[in-house]
C-alpha cells in the first residue's frame, strides 16, 4: 500500500497539502485559492475527481482562504470544529459540513485521516495524520510548541510535513515588532527550526522516508540553511523544503520501498 503526496503551497501566504492513495485523496487546509490549487494539481497530474474530503486545521486565513469557492465546486464535506467555523467567519452549505472528533480516526474511502489537539494561536487547533493501510503521513503546522500529542503522532509516521518555521537569530535581529516576535515564539505560535529539528532527531522513526519542512517564514528563515540543518542529521530520510511560491513534487510514500513520483509536465504537556 502506498500514499501519494505533495505540498500545493506551504507558508504564511497560504497552505494547502494533497495525500491520497492512486484512488481517492484528501487535501489538509485549503489557503490558497480554488484556481491556484487546480493549477497546481494539474500540473502534478492530480485531478479533483480524487478528492473525496476537506480537512481543516484552523481558521487562520493561510489555511481557509480557498475554501469556500472550492467547497461549492466541488461539493466535498469539509471536515471543520463548530468553533473553528465560528472564528473564521466561513459560511458553508450545511450538507457539507462535518465535525470531527479528535483522536478518532475519520474513514474516507480507504483512507483513514485522525486529528490531535495542537498548541497554536487559534479557537481550536488541530493536527492530522492520513492513513492507508500501514502508511501514514502526518502534517504538522502552525505548531505553538512540541506537546506530547505531537510526538506520539510524529513516531508514527512514514513520512510528515512538519514545520521549521524560523530561525532563532534571523528572528532576533529582524524587522518584525516586538510584540510580533513575542507571538511567534511565544508556546502558541510557531516552531523553530531548533524545536523542529530536537523533535526530528529524537522521535524520528527508522521507516521514516521522507521529511517535509513546512511553513518556513519568508523573513526569519531560509531554505537552504533550513535544508542543510536538517539534511546533515537526516538518518535515511530524504528532505524536502515546501515552496510558499510553488508545489512539490508528488512523492510516493510506502512502508518499504519509497521514491519521488514523477510529475507529469523539552516537552509542553498542557494544551490549554
Known amino acids: 500500500m502506498s ?17 491520497g492513495n492512486k484512488d481517492e485523496a484528501v487535501l489538509i487546509d485549503v489557503g490558497i485559492s480554488c484556481r491556484e490549487t487546480e493549477t497546481r494539481m494539474a500540473r502534478l497530474g492530480l485531478s479533483m475527481r480524487k478528492v473525496k474530503a476537506i480537512f ?3 481558521e487562520h486565513s493561510d489555511h481557509i482562504r480557498g475554501l469556500t469557492v472550492i467547497a461549492k465546486k466541488y461539493q466535498l464535506p469539509v471536515y471543520i470544529t463548530q468553533l473553528t467555523m465560528t472564528h473564521g467567519g466561513l459560511t458553508l452549505d450545511p450538507d457539507l459540513v462535518a465535525d470531527f472528533i479528535a483522536e478518532t480516526p475519520i474513514t474516507i474511502g480507504n483512507l483513514q485521516i485522525t486529528a490531535f489537539l495542537k498548541l497554536h494561536d487559534a479557537a481550536h487547533p488541530h493536527s492530522f495524520t492520513v492513513a492507508y493501510g500501514e502508511v501514514k503521513v502526518g502534517v504538522f503546522t502552525d505548531l505553538g510548541a512540541v506537546c506530547e500529542n505531537l510526538v506520539q503522532h510524529f513516531q508514527q509516521c512514514h513520512a510528515a510535513f512538519l514545520e521549521a518555521n524560523y530561525d532563532e537569530e534571523m528572528l532576533e535581529s529582524g524587522r518584525y515588532p516586538y510584540h510580533l516576535k513575542r507571538r511567534i515564539r511565544g508556546g ?3 516552531l523553530s527550526n531548533k524545536q523542529a529539528l530536537t523533535l526530528f532527531m529524537d522521535y524520528k522513526p527508522a521507516y521514516m522516508s521522507h521529511l517535509f519542512l513546512a511553513h518556513l517564514s519568508k523573513d526569519n528563515n531560509d531554505p537552504a540553511l533550513v535544508y542543510n540543518l536538517f539534511n546533515t542529521h537526516a538518518r535515511g530520510a530524504e528532505i524536502v523544503v515546501a ?3 510553488q508545489e512539490t513534487a508528488l512523492y510516493h510514500i510506502s ?10 509536465v523539552n516537552l509542553q504537556t498542557s494544551l490549554f
Open 243 to 245: 515552496s510558499r511560491y
Open 255 to 264: 512502508g518499504s520501498a519509497v521514491s519521488t513520483y514523477a510529475p507529469l
Open 188 to 190: 502558541k505560535g510557531h
Open 56 to 58: 481543516i486545521s484552523h
Open 3 to 19: 500514499l501519494f503526496v505533495a505540498s500545493l503551497n506551504s507558508g504564511s501566504n497560504g497552505n494547502c497539502y494533497y495525500v
